[in-house]
């Protein structure tokens, strides 16, 4: 028998990868044409994924996955799952269905305050109907307030009228 030693480094994601679909496929019986046409996809696919998943598209990867009987997971260092994301990063949305870029301060919109200020000058002063009132910003303060550049006085040429940065 052959001496079987744990190995010495941690076996890459994408070799798990194809190490799971493999096991999952000899625990069936199934060969890569088998499996291939179990979950909809030609048998190359099925070659490809077992050998290096890093080219193909993570909805294919996550859906042999759930075939087999696994799931794709974010781990810590430590090989715990990760599940302590905020509700805000798990709710937030723009209008067209994307997060927040992540540098930007989200909160929640109050129905009928006068939040998001681009919705309310649009909707009340400007161009009229812009859709219903948005449920999320990642706007600052509620009104603009004149600061001067760095701590400096601003100067105007002249005739120039003041403006805002």
Do not use: K
Not at 42 to 69: C, D, K, M
Request: net charge positive; aromatic share 8%; charged share 25%.
């Amino acid at each position: 028998m052959a001496n079987l030693e744990r190995p010495r480094r941690a076996v890459p994601v994408d070799e798990q990868i194809g190490l799971a679909l493999r096991a999952y496929r000899r625990d069936q019986g199934l060969s890569q044409r088998g499996l291939a046409e179990l979950v909809g996809v030609p048998q190359p696919t099925i070659a490809r994924l077992e050998r290096s998943p890093l080219a193909s598209s993570l909805r294919t990867v996550t859906s042999l996955l759930a075939t087999a009987g696994y799931v794709l997971a974010v781990v810590d260092t430590d090989g715990q799952p990760v599940g302590a994301w905020s509700m805000t990063d798990l709710r937030a949305r723009d209008r067209s269905g994307r997060r927040f870029p992540a540098h930007h301060e989200v909160r929640s919109v109050r129905p009928g305050s006068l939040h998001p200020r681009w919705w309310v000058f649009h909707e009340e002063m400007g161009t009229g109907e812009c859709g219903p009132q948005p449920t999320w910003t990642a706007e600052g303060s509620p009104f603009p307030r004149f600061r001067p550049y760095r701590g400096e006085r601003l100067t105007y040429a002249p005739g120039e009228e003041r403006r805002w940065l």
